[in-house]
């Protein structure tokens, strides 16, 4: 399957656990190189090492994405070990307390800010100007089911959410004719050892109650959703906000 993909090369920010590290080894595993970025130097490292051990090709970028030198840094690697760049899965996030608007904090806003919004215009803009000049391209960044809905004392982060969104959006429009497609992928709570190590059971089980299905997704339902946006099987698919929620925005 998407056997098209083999010989590719792809970014994948925040890859180096969780939906990012799925992604990475999807497309790996189709046969794409990868660069495996990650803020997280021993993560980012474990888990190119662990692709390259499979027989993958894969190399580790430290990078933070809310630093531009860092991006452009992450892109001219990847594209010096491998080649041209086709994919860019801009994936890097971060999360934001629960709290009511009133009781939030600047320094809050401004790292969800940096991190979630900053950090994926930075890396769509470099992967861009990557791919212009060959006039093609999968660009899919990664949204929230928060993009399109929201609950109490989940604002920070449904902005940032939302923003996500919206560049995801514009920038399809843009490039519509360019051969470069651009999507988002919309999770809804992804079974993670993150998420289970910063929440109680309890709160896990309410997550999941947020979902018809009544279960959290897995890290391995979102590689499989950002695989398909990468290949040719979704070549009349640009601007979409792709939910995968266990049909939670559907209530």
């Not at 190399?59 to 933070?64: L, N, W, Y």
């Not at 996030?93 to 904090?105: F, K, Q, R, W, Y």
């Not at 991190?115 to 861009?128: D, E, H, P, T």
Request: hydrophobic letters at 45%; aromatic letters at 6%; glycine letters at 10%.
């Amino acid at each position: 399957m998407f056997s098209e993909l083999k010989g590719k090369v792809a970014v994948v920010t925040g890859g180096g656990a969780g939906i990012g590290l799925a992604c990475a080894a999807r497309l790996a595993e189709a046969g794409v190189a990868v660069g495996v970025a990650d803020i997280d130097s021993a993560a980012a490292h474990q888990a190119a090492a662990d692709l390259t051990s499979q027989g993958h090709r894969c190399v580790a970028i430290v990078t933070d994405v809310s630093k531009a030198k860092e991006v452009e840094k992450l892109f001219q690697i990847t594209n010096e070990a491998f080649g041209p760049i086709n994919i860019a899965v801009n994936n890097a996030g971060v999360g934001a307390p629960l709290t009511p608007l009133g009781d939030t904090e600047e320094e809050d806003f401004d790292r969800v800010m940096a991190v979630n919004l900053k950090g994926v215009w930075l890396c769509m803009r470099a992967a861009l100007r990557h791919m212009a000049p060959q006039k093609s391209g999968s660009i899919i960044n990664m949204a929230s089911a928060l993009s399109t809905t929201t609950f109490p004392g989940s604002g920070l982060y449904t902005a940032s959410k939302h923003g996500v969104a919206g560049l995801t959006r514009s920038a399809a429009v843009e490039y519509g004719e360019s051969g470069i497609r651009i999507n988002a992928i919309c999770p809804g709570f992804i079974s993670t050892p993150l998420l289970h190590s910063t929440v109680t059971e309890e709160a896990a089980k309410s997550m999941a109650a947020r979902h018809p299905m009544n279960r959290l997704g897995t890290p391995a339902e979102i590689a499989d959703a950002v695989t398909y946006l990468a290949s040719d099987a979704s070549s009349f698919v640009t601007g979409s906000l792709f939910s995968i929620d266990g049909g939670w925005t559907a209530t």
